[in-house]
T-cell receptor, first 113, second 110 residues
Framework: DVKVTQSSRYLVKRTGEKVFLECVQD?????MFWYRQDPGLGLRLIYF???????EKGDIPEGYSVSREKKERFSLILESASTNQTSMYLC????????????FGQGTRLTVV | GQQLNQSPQSMFIQEGEDVSMNCTSS?????WLWYKQDPGEGPVLLIA?????ELTSNGRLTAQFGITRKDSFLNISASIPSDVGIYFC??????????FGEGTQLTVNP
């Protein structure tokens, strides 16, 4: 089975802190994604990566950056956390191509105070 | 970006009832996926649809990929309390990027 692991289930950070959310997948998937989930808004794509060192902006990239130095790891970085970044963050990975599905990690609930 | 309209937003049903939810889009998708999310967890894939017109079942779940490639539905038959959760549709075009619906919150009363 595919395993996508996010480093933390819950995080509490202060406004202005630099925050790293880590995601690791063990199935050699080319594509990895970061979403945030907010009530009534569904899942919104922040950034995705289709290969090592490659990244593309999603629908809401402002205030975030990403890093993919190794195929199995995709990091989401909040350069200076703000309270409006309090949310559930979900990482996903999938093989390249249309005929494969995305698999999600368990999520990180981030609270910025 | 592309948008998916998922309905209904929420459903309150009695155990044993059947459930139907759907997603529509103004864009064409190559793949439709349905996920379920339990509270505090990440979404889990239920059904994947890869061809227009495809009808696929997974136990009590049935989903169809619309002929126009712009819509999909999910049916749950004979609901049980553990069906409670948020159900998401997702559409994929070439390039692997997924677009998600807003979710349907399902509550099943015993």
């Amino acid at each position: 089975d595919v395993k996508v692991t996010q480093s933390s289930r819950y995080l509490v950070k202060r406004t202005g802190e630099k925050v790293f959310l880590e995601c690791v997948q063990d199935m050699d998937h080319e594509n990895m994604f970061w979403y945030r989930q907010d009530p009534g808004l569904g899942l919104r794509l922040i950034y995705f990566s289709y290969d090592v060192k490659m990244k593309e902006k999603g629908d809401i990239p402002e205030g975030y950056s990403v890093s993919r130095e190794k195929k199995e790891r995709f990091s989401l970085i909040l350069e200076s956390a703000s309270t409006n970044q309090t949310s559930m963050y979900l990482c996903a990975s999938k093989r390249g191509g249309d005929a494969d599905s995305a698999f999600f990690g368990q999520g990180t609930r981030l609270t910025v105070v | 970006g592309q948008q998916l309209n998922q309905s209904p937003q929420s459903m309150f049903i009695q155990e044993g009832e059947d459930v139907s939810m759907n997603c529509t889009s103004s864009s064409i998708f190559n793949t439709w996926l349905w996920y379920k999310q339990d509270p505090g967890e990440g979404p889990v894939l239920l059904i994947a649809l890869y061809k227009a017109g495809e009808l696929t079942s997974n136990g009590r779940l049935t989903a169809q990929f619309g002929i126009t490639r712009k819509d999909s539905f999910l049916n749950i038959s004979a609901s049980i309390p553990s069906d409670v959760g948020i159900y998401f549709c997702a559409g994929q075009t070439s390039g692997s990027r997924l677009t998600f619906g807003e979710g349907t919150q399902l509550t099943v009363n015993p």
